[in-house]
Structures are given as C-alpha cells and as structure tokens.
C-alpha cells in the first residue's frame, strides 16, 4: 500500500468522495492516524456505510457506487467475491444485492446464490423463503449459527424473501468434497443419480494461474526468498504434487457453484449473483473459469471486497476483478 502521510484533510475527503455514492454522514475531517500495518493513513471520523467505500474498476481507475451498481445489474452473473466474516465488507455486499434487487424489479427475475449453503440444504431454504417454517426453525434445519451465518450473509437472504426472489444453495456438501479429495472423482461417478445430483464433477482441473495461487497459499514459507535459493529449499514439483487431492477438493466446489449458477441461468433468471470466498474469483479464479466453459456466452461482473484501505489502486490489485472494494481491516 502507498503512503499518504502528506495528504491534507480536505484532499481526503475529496478522495472519498470519487467512489461514495451520496453524502457523508460526517461533519467533517477529524484528523488521520497511521496504520502501520497497512502502511497508509487512515481517516479518523470518516467511518464509511456500507456504500460510502472506495470503489475501483479493475483497471485501477476510480469508480462509483452507482456506477458499480449500474453495471452489475445489466450482468447475467455477478460474482461477490468476499472476506468471510468481515462485517463492512459482508454490509457492503449486501447493500449491493439490494441496489440490484431495486433496479431489477422492471423486467428481470434476479437470483442469489450462496457458496456457504450446500445442496442438501436447498429444502430447508426454500421452506423458510416461503413461509413454510419461521426462521428458528430454517436455522435448526440448516445448521447455522452466528459463526455460518453472518448479518450480512441474513441480509441478503432476508432481501431475497422479502421480494419473493430464490435464493440457490450453491455448493457440493462437504461430504462429497471429501470423496473428492480421499478417494478421486471415480468414486463420486459410482454414486447414483440422486446423490450426483448434489455436485458436480469438474470437466477438467485447472492448470495456469489459478493452481499457481492455491500452491502458494496451501504452501506457506517465511524463509526469505534469497535465502531459499542459497540454500536450494525451493519447492519442487514433487511437493506441489502433494497438494492435488486438496486442488481436487477445491475445483469440485468451484463447478458445483458454478453449474449452480448456469442452473439459476437456465431457470430463466437474471442477474444470478453468488457471493463466495474471493479467492474463487479474485484474478480469473476457478469459479469464473468453470462458468466459462460451463456458459460461454454469460455475462459476468466480478466485485472483489478487499479487507484494506487503499486511496489509489495498488498495482498487484490491478485485474483483480471487474470491480474492487476496499472495505479496511475486519476488526473495523
């Protein structure tokens, strides 16, 4: 992250405001502390709504809420790539869904879709969306707790009800992720159509880019990289190879989501907006990969809410979705 120590109060505020969509809700600049951590200034007083954050298009130029809104409800799929657990960034995604609920009620038949709900757990939604069951009985039925069901995740669920839209549970259960990564997708093709039906086996695994980041996540190593090469510990294909029964695991969740989403598509709804973990999407991810060869022809929108603070762009962030949000550190 770039330094601001020098910026004044007033260009702050003026910063802010190229991506705030209406007025702050402040009477002015407080003053800034420093954020060490994050390597910038940090505006103090100036504590954003779940609109009034920095919005960026992918090529680093600033944006707006209303043009990020705008935008995205003229996708056929918008992809919310979030922080699990971060309250701004969760508030901030679902002041989204209900921007898009809002202009799409002239003509389209909008659809949320979850990473965080699995396909065995669609029933007990579809009773709670319809009334069948109150909400103490919708949490019983599909397992949630403060700890699986965030406010902002409720939200969006809530906004969904409340209009009469669908709400897809996305994902493959965790037990089939397991056969997955324990036993290979031959397995799963044993399996009979009723439980085939609750995932789907990827049409190929990908290569690229994508496993290269999965590397370097599921592989940490603080050791410096020159010392590393001094010492040859650089990991070798051998190593990474260890990691593909866990790619195995991590792929069937992106085309389970992913057909979740060309089924929602087929259905006739449009836009379909899933909100998942942003590594699936962030950097042509491997849920954006699998709905391309799933849905070639879809149009897809990518919000990327990143857990920092930037005023520009930093240029590792350059591409990392078609939209990026910049919602600060998840204590905040």
């Not at 609109?51 to 960026?56: D, I, L, T």
């Not at 918008?78 to 960034?89: A, D, K, Q, R, S």
Request: proline content about 5%; charged content about 25%; aromatic content about 6%.
């Amino acid at each position: 992250m770039q330094s601001h120590a020098h910026r004044t109060c007033s260009s702050l505020i003026a910063a802010m405001l190229v991506s705030v969509a209406g007025a702050m809700h402040t009477a002015g600049c407080a003053g800034r502390e420093r954020d060490e951590e994050e390597g910038i200034d940090v505006p103090i007083g100036l504590a954003p709504d779940a609109r009034s954050v920095m919005v960026f298009r992918g090529d680093g130029s600033p944006s707006r809420w209303d043009e990020l809104v705008d935008t995205a409800s003229g996708a056929d799929v918008i992809l919310v790539g979030e922080n699990h657990g971060h309250p701004l960034g969760l508030a901030s995604a679902a002041a989204l869904w209900d921007d898009v609920l809002q202009r799409s009620r002239t003509g389209a038949s909008p659809a949320l879709a979850m990473e965080f709900f699995e396909r065995d757990e669609q029933d007990a939604l579809d009773d709670y969306l319809a009334g069948i069951t109150d909400e103490a009985a919708f949490r019983k039925a599909a397992g949630r707790s403060a700890g699986n069901y965030p406010a902002g995740h409720r939200a969006m669920v809530e906004a969904a009800k409340a209009t009469g839209v669908p709400v897809i549970a996305a994902n493959a259960p965790r037990r089939y992720v397991r056969i997955a990564r324990t036993d290979g997708y031959e397995r799963l093709t044993t399996l009979t159509a009723e439980q085939r039906r609750l995932f789907r086996i990827p049409d190929s695994v990908p290569t690229g880019a994508y496993r290269d980041r999965f590397n370097q996540v599921m592989s940490p190593d603080s050791t410096p990289a020159g010392e590393k090469a001094a010492h040859g510990d650089e990991p070798s294909a051998a190593d990474f190879s260890r990691l593909d029964p866990i790619f195995r695991s991590q792929s069937m969740w992106d085309w389970t989501m992913a057909e979740s989403i060309q089924r929602g598509l087929e259905a006739g709804r449009r836009p379909v907006l899933l909100v998942v973990g942003r590594f699936h999407v962030d950097l042509e991810g491997g849920t954006i990969l699998a709905l391309r060869q799933l849905r070639p022809s879809a149009r897809v929108v990518t919000v990327s809410f990143v857990d920092a603070h930037a005023w520009s762009m930093p240029e590792e962030d350059k591409g990392r979705g078609d939209f990026v949000v910049y919602v600060g550190k998840g204590e905040e």
